[in-house]
């Protein structure tokens, strides 16, 4: 197994780390980073990124990429958090709707659509969570009902995140309801404009709100449906494993972690920070191994391997992992440096608020720990061991029994792009 | 579970030419590199043995004899178990540390002169070495012991992809067979135990903190897998990984033993299940090369370090990791 890049790899993060330190992109930055529970619109930065081409580079080039490898893709993520760029619309719009319609859709879908995400003119979004829907996805009522060559869907989603901004929903309803928990679930786009859609604000602890989304007998064509009809169900479960590579949980806890060492470092630069190296070397080997974690799931994915425990394992570690930092970095930053609303004091009391939402997006923890235990079954069958007493197995389950036992659709980002 | 250079692990290491698996072509070995070795290291742990591998391995990398064993180490990072003072044509070692192997003819002790680690071979029955197996791990003591300027071998080199990184992470991997190997025991024990007309791994309160267990293991793989390859491929590029790796291993051993434990109620506590075999390994082997929160200070200051050079506009050199006994200079 190899744990480094190829030198093509680092020449291609040069060259995306040199176009996005541009004056024009940090300033286009900073205007879309909220702050104090303000969330700017970010959409004037990510039509900058599409003109530099930066969005999508491993969609063929015929939907609006460049035709790269998908582990290019994952270094453009990486430096774009790195440069300070607001990660959730690349993460909702290219990273899981796009690469589910990459994955699941049409030629005339992908061509009508990816294009325009992937010059950042169009967004998505998620449309899974209900109000009574959310870890349970397979409890959830939205209902397309057949009308003419389309249907029309009726139901109520909520939690998502930067909604208010998207044009494009993808949506989880029930195209033959009665059929059973997890059957007659069809999966559309929707567009965002049309009459019957109407959005609404719920306010949050963090700078990112969330949205209800209300679709009163919302009129969406025949050809926007994703998949076969009644089996959204499976792709829904590729989908949610799709979004579970850790990465942008691990590069958010990387930039907790460098703030907080910035403020320690410009709150008292003579002092070696003694108290504090035990817990600064704990982070950063567990950052470390995060990453593994994450390129482990990245380049399975590459390769068109899906491991739901690997993704699990990874999803569960990296947003565990951020939410400790943040816990434990807002209080480094000090009082001097909190009334100056210092750019590491700033970061780090929004990482706090936003921090209790990355152990509940893309499956909360529990869920995540639910589809390990589940595969412990597919383990033991692998690696039988000799025991004084005969183990007898009451069960034969596997990993992706489990997933289908536990759709894992959090209140969040799964469901609703919640980050 | 001492079981050093003549362990009972010896023959089936030596039938699969172990000792040649990490030995340069050059040196008539198969040059399979570090990689290998934590292989080795870590199905040993896997298997709840004594780790007849990392002396030789060890000495091997440091020029030692092989057949010894080591002792001392885990006064490193940090510490000073033995101290090395001078006299007329040579040295004299004091001091109590914990040794791998009672039965080796030769020692190899981690000691301090002047506040660096130097490596030192004693003869066990040295006038003033005396060695203690009735407690758990094994101690060696020296007491004014006298040993020749030709019996320190050197410096313990501890650069990144040194002897000392190399030996930290065979440690490491051995650490990690260990949690796995109590870990897979847990697993399969609480696949057919019934309690409450359900097996216990049914139960949430039993199986997420197996779940978390696996989560703390692959973590560790992680980071030993990682390291061991950056030895191997990308030396220059090391830097505090073996530390990171040693420190985590460690800290998962002793945690996912102990869930481990847990999970399979009394029987664990008994030879049933095997699991008190991991559990007094991880006592002793996850201390063994040093105290896990010395070795993550060591990482902070590093990490403090490139940080403060960072800020100041500076190139970091990713191999120059901070050597403990520097923390208090930064």
């Known amino acids: 197994m190899r744990f480094g890049f190829t030198e093509d790899q680092k020449r291609f993060r040069a060259e995306v780390r040199t176009a996005l330190r541009s004056v024009e992109v940090r300033a286009a930055a900073a205007e879309a980073t909220g702050a104090d529970g303000v969330e700017p619109d970010a959409r004037p930065l990510y039509r900058l990124l599409g003109k530099l081409g930066l969005l999508a580079v491993h969609w063929p080039v015929e939907f609006g990429g460049q035709g790269r490898p998908p582990t290019d893709a994952a270094i453009v993520a990486e430096e774009l958090v790195r440069a300070g760029v607001p990660d959730t619309f690349h993460v909702n719009t290219i990273q899981i709707v796009g690469q589910f319609l990459l994955m699941a859709g049409s030629h005339e879908q992908k061509r009508r659509y990816l294009p325009a995400l992937a010059r950042g003119e169009s967004f998505a979004s998620v449309l899974y969570t209900e109000p009574d829907a959310a870890s349970d996805l397979g409890a959830l009522r939205a209902v397309a009902e057949p009308d003419g060559d389309g249907y029309r869907i009726t139901g109520t989603k909520v939690f998502s995140l930067k909604t208010r901004f998207v044009d494009l929903g993808l949506c989880a309803a029930r195209t033959t309801p009665g059929a059973g928990k997890y059957q007659g679930i069809s999966l559309f786009l929707v567009d965002m404009g049309a009459p019957g859609v109407t959005v609404s604000l719920i306010p949050g602890v963090g700078d990112e709100h969330f949205h209800r989304v209300d679709l009163d007998a919302v009129p969406v064509p025949g050809g926007n449906l994703l998949g076969p009809r009644d089996e959204g169900w499976p792709l829904l479960n590729e989908a949610l494993a799709i979004e579970r590579t850790g990465l942008d949980y691990h590069l958010k806890a990387e930039r907790w972690l460098q703030a907080a060492l910035d403020a320690l470092i410009d709150g008292d630069p003579g002092s070696a920070h003694d108290d504090r190296l035990e817990q600064i070397g704990r982070w950063h080997g567990t950052l470390t191994a995060d990453h593994v974690l994450a390129w482990e799931v990245l380049t399975g994915l590459a390769s068109d391997r899906i491991d739901q425990v690997a993704t699990a394992v990874a999803k569960y570690h990296s947003s565990e992992l951020a939410q400790g930092i943040a816990a434990w970095a807002v209080g480094v930053p000090g009082p001097e440096q909190r009334a100056n609303r210092s750019g590491a004091a700033v970061t780090l009391d929004s990482a706090y608020r936003e921090a209790p939402g990355l152990t509940l997006s893309a499956g909360t923890s529990e869920v995540m720990l639910q589809i390990m235990a589940a595969a412990f079954d597919s383990i033991g069958q692998e690696e039988q061991l000799t025991w004084t007493s005969p183990p007898i197995h009451s069960s034969t389950g596997c990993a992706g029994h489990c997933v289908r036992a536990w759709p894992a659709s959090p209140p969040g980002r799964s469901c609703t792009a919640h980050r | ?330």
């Open chain 2, 1 to 330: 579970m001492t079981d050093g250079a003549l362990g009972p692990t010896r023959a089936v290491l030596d039938e699969l030419g172990a000792s040649d698996f990490e030995r340069p072509v050059a040196a008539g070995g198969l040059d399979l590199g570090l990689t290998a070795g934590v292989l080795v290291s870590e199905e040993l742990g896997r298997a709840a043995r004594g780790n007849s591998y990392r002396a030789d391995a060890t000495a091997a990398d440091l020029g030692g004899p092989a057949g010894a064993a080591l002792a001392g180490f885990e006064a490193l990072p940090a510490g000073s178990g033995v101290v090395a003072t001078p006299r007329a044509g040579g040295w004299r070692l004091t001091g109590t540390v914990t040794v791998d192997d009672v039965s080796a003819g030769t020692l190899l002790v981690a000691a301090r002169t002047d506040g660096e680690p130097v490596l030192v071979a004693v003869e066990r029955k040295a006038p003033g070495c005396t060695t203690e197996s009735g407690c758990w791990p094994p101690v060696a003591r020296f007491d004014a012991a006298s040993v020749g300027a030709a019996d320190v071998l050197g410096p313990l080199d501890d650069s990144p992809a040194g002897p000392l990184g190399r030996a930290r992470l065979r440690q490491a991997a051995y650490l990690l067979g260990i949690a796995d190997g109590a870990h897979r025991a847990a697993v399969e024990y609480t696949g057919f135990r019934r309690q409450f007309g359900t097996r216990l791994r049914d139960l949430p309160a039993v199986s997420f903190p197996l779940a978390r267990a696996l989560v703390a293991l692959r973590a560790t793989r992680a980071l030993v897998y990682r390291g061991a390859w950056s030895v191997d491929s990308e030396p220059d590029a090391v830097g505090t990984a073996p530390v990171m790796a040693l420190a985590m291993a460690a800290e998962t051993a002793r945690d996912v033993v102990r869930w481990s434990m847990q999970s399979c109620g009394v029987r664990a506590m008994t030879a049933e299940l095997g699991l008190h075999r991991y559990f007094r390994l991880a006592a002793a082997e996850s201390v063994r090369f040093g105290d896990p929160a010395a070795l993550w200070r060591t990482v902070g200051a590093d990490r403090v370090r490139s940080a403060r050079h960072a800020a100041a506009g500076l190139e970091v050199p990713v191999a120059a990791a901070v050597r403990p006994w520097e923390i208090s200079r930064l």
